[in-house]
T-cell receptor
Framework: KAGVTQTPRYLIKTRGQQVTLSCSPISGHRSVSWYQQTPGQGLQFLFEYFSETQRNKGNFPGRFSGRQFSNSRSEMNVSTLELGDSALYLC?????????????FGQGTRLTVV | GDSVTQMEGPVTLSEEAFLTINCTYTATGYPSLFWYVQYPGEGLQLLLKATKADDKGSNKGFEATYRKETTSFHLEKGSVQVSDSAVYFCALSDQGNTPLVFGKGTRLSVIA
């Protein structure tokens, strides 16, 4: 079956702009999580959605937001981009919200802010 | 809060050498433990997991044992291959539907 699909794969934006990233989870998966990966900070949790509701949120400013649609697809939005937002943004989907459940990751969206 | 500490890289090994990547954790509950691998230009893939104390996860020749007494989950492989070159992440997920907490990652390079 198809894996987690993230679009676009690469983005270049200018400071101050906003960006929307998309994630299509594996069919049947209702939990979608987003992570930011940078060389300095590693993998940091942004937020998790389950059944269209945000269930968990990481320690990121309000410029970072997300949503989930009824078909479980998710988007995240970053407004007023800063240079420090340059990162690989990874989406992960899982079947359930249990701690022992495997998360399946997409290939990520590489965002560069100039 | 929960945290994962793994050995700093990069690690460079010759083909067929023995691999150990250390991982220790701090958690308030009884977490599930994971090793994920990231190949160049790719997302993360689950390598193995263990959900309770003394469980051993294994996959593709890699093994890790959940040691509650030492709060560790060290990754081992008896004979590495060039194709094992990647970044390896140790992670935990505590009880109560908490998100994955990752270590900083260890880059492994295997040379022929």
């Amino acid at each position: 079956k198809a894996g987690v699909t993230q679009t676009p794969r690469y983005l270049i934006k200018t400071r101050g702009q906003q960006v929307t990233l998309s994630c299509s989870p594996i069919s049947g998966h209702r939990s979608v999580s987003w992570y930011q990966q940078t060389p300095g900070q590693g993998l940091q949790f942004l937020f998790e959605y389950f059944s269209e509701t945000q269930r968990n949120k990481g320690n990121f400013p309000g410029r970072f937001s997300g949503r989930q649609f009824s078909n479980s697809r998710s988007e995240m939005n970053v407004s007023t981009l800063e240079l420090g937002d340059s990162a690989l943004y990874l989406c992960a989907s899982s079947l359930a919200r249990q701690s022992n459940t495997e998360a399946f990751f997409g290939q990520g969206t590489r965002l560069t802010v100039v | 809060g929960d945290s994962v500490t793994q050995m700093e890289g990069p690690v460079t090994l010759s083909e067929e050498a023995f691999l150990t990547i250390n991982c220790t954790y701090t958690a308030t509950g009884y977490p599930s433990l994971f090793w994920y691998v990231q190949y160049p230009g790719e997302g993360l893939q689950l390598l193995l997991k263990a959900t309770k104390a003394d469980d051993k996860g294994s996959n593709k020749g890699f093994e890790a044992t959940y040691r509650k007494e030492t709060t560790s989950f060290h990754l081992e492989k008896g004979s590495v291959q060039v194709s094992d070159s990647a970044v390896y992440f140790c992670a935990l997920s505590d009880q109560g539907n908490t998100p994955l907490v990752f270590g900083k990652g260890t880059r492994l390079s295997v040379i022929a």
